[in-house]
């Protein structure tokens, strides 16, 4: 099966821009997560889709936002930027539903974004 | 609310030296613990998941532990090689999943 996708890879922006970052999950996974890593603050966990809807949502601004479409691809999108949010960006997929199995997850690459 | 802790932050170890990550959890209301690996500038690299029902998991050279009532896991790395040298992650999986903040390691030739 072919792994966790994500493009961009790469991306610079600058503040008050917006950005779209999309991620493809590994073939039947349901479920997919975002997070922002940072030096500072580590992984943080952004929001969680699962069979379109947000199932989690970790403690981040309203500037992100997120969406699932029917076929499990997901997207992320930074509103008005701000140099904080430069980060790598990963997204990682599971297969979903209940059962602890089903939420194992498999990480893509990740989008490296900078802000300037 | 879960805090995941990793110690140590680094480790320095030479080339065929058996040793152990620790991770410990606040909150034992856990589905899985997993161990990642990332490379500088990586994404993140599943190593091993042990199930909450579960006490170990073994692939390879690696063997990881898991016991809930005490919060802890570790990570067993036999005979260390230079290309096991990467930020090891244990992310513990309950509504979300919270990460520790990693251990490097960096294994001398």
């Known amino acids: 099966k072919a792994g966790v996708t994500q493009t961009p890879r790469y991306l610079i922006k600058t503040r008050g821009q917006q950005v779209t970052l999309s991620c493809s999950p590994i073939?039947?996974?349901?479920?997919v997560s975002w997070y922002q890593q940072t030096p500072g603050q580590g992984l943080q966990f952004l929001f969680e889709?699962?069979?379109?809807?947000?199932?989690n949502k970790g403690n981040f601004p309203g500037r992100f936002s997120g969406r699932q479409f029917s076929n499990s691809r997901s997207e992320m999108n930074v509103s008005t930027l701000e140099l904080g949010d430069s980060a790598l960006y990963l997204c990682?997929?599971?297969?979903?539903?209940?059962?602890?199995?089903?939420?194992?997850?498999?990480f893509g690459p990740g989008t490296r974004l900078l802000v300037l | 609310k879960q805090e995941v802790t990793q110690i140590p932050a680094a480790l320095s170890v030479p080339e065929g030296e058996n040793l152990v990550l620790n991770c410990s959890f606040t909150?034992?209301?856990?589905?899985?613990l997993q161990w990642f690996r990332q490379d500088p500038g990586k994404g993140l690299t599943s190593l091993l998941l042990?199930?909450?029902?579960?006490r170990e998991q073994t692939s390879g050279r690696l063997n990881a532990s898991l016991d809930k009532s005490s919060g802890r896991s570790t990570l067993y790395i036999a005979a260390s090689q230079p290309g096991d040298s990467a930020t090891y992650l244990c992310?513990?999986?309950?509504?979300?999943?919270?990460f520790g903040a990693g251990t490097r390691l960096t294994v001398k030739p």
């Open positions: 992310a513990v999986i309950d509504n979300d999943m919270r």
């Open positions: 042990i199930q909450s029902s579960q």
């Open positions: 909150d034992s209301a856990i589905y899985n």
């Open positions: 990682a997929s599971s297969p979903g539903g209940s059962g602890a199995s089903k939420r194992a997850q498999y």
């Open positions: 073939s039947g996974h349901r479920s």
């Open positions: 889709y699962f069979s379109e809807t947000q199932r």
